[in-house]
Nanobody, 116 residues
Framework: QVQLQESGPDLVKPSQMLSLTCTVP??????????WSWISQPPGKGLEWIGD???????SYSPSLKSRASISRDTSKNQSTLELTSVTPEDTAVYFC????????WGQGTQVTVSS
């Protein structure tokens, strides 16, 4: 069974906001790493780091997405949320969440298509 699960819309219109949530279905995860990371994989491309958040709520983002990305976490719910504003078709990708700045535990990913 998966340790992390991404969820959110599979279709977003251009200029709207994409919101994805990463949860721990089993309630526990086999890592003590406090970071949540978000990564995307556009069609035919490699993995692209979006950003991460630490246990204090401090965030880091890819320079190319810093103006549009926002990552949050809820320690009481053991989940993380990615919000990406002003999406374009270039944001079409499979989105993954993971634990750790370089994730050791990954979700399966969720496909998001940005299209009119």
């Amino acid at each position: 069974q998966v340790q992390l699960q991404e969820s959110g819309p599979d279709l977003v219109k251009p200029s709207q906001m994409l919101s994805l949530t990463c949860t721990v279905p089993g309630g526990t995860i086999t890592t003590s790493d406090n970071y949540w990371s978000w990564i995307s994989q556009p069609p035919g491309k490699g993995l692209e780091w979006i950003g991460d958040i630490n246990y204090l709520g401090g965030t880091s983002y890819s320079p190319s997405l810093k103006s549009r990305a926002s990552i949050s976490r809820d320690t009481s719910k053991n989940q993380s949320t990615l919000e990406l504003t002003s999406v374009t078709p270039e944001d079409t990708a499979v989105y993954f969440c993971g634990k750790g700045r370089i994730p050791v535990v990954w979700g399966q990913g969720t496909q998001v298509t940005v299209s009119s």
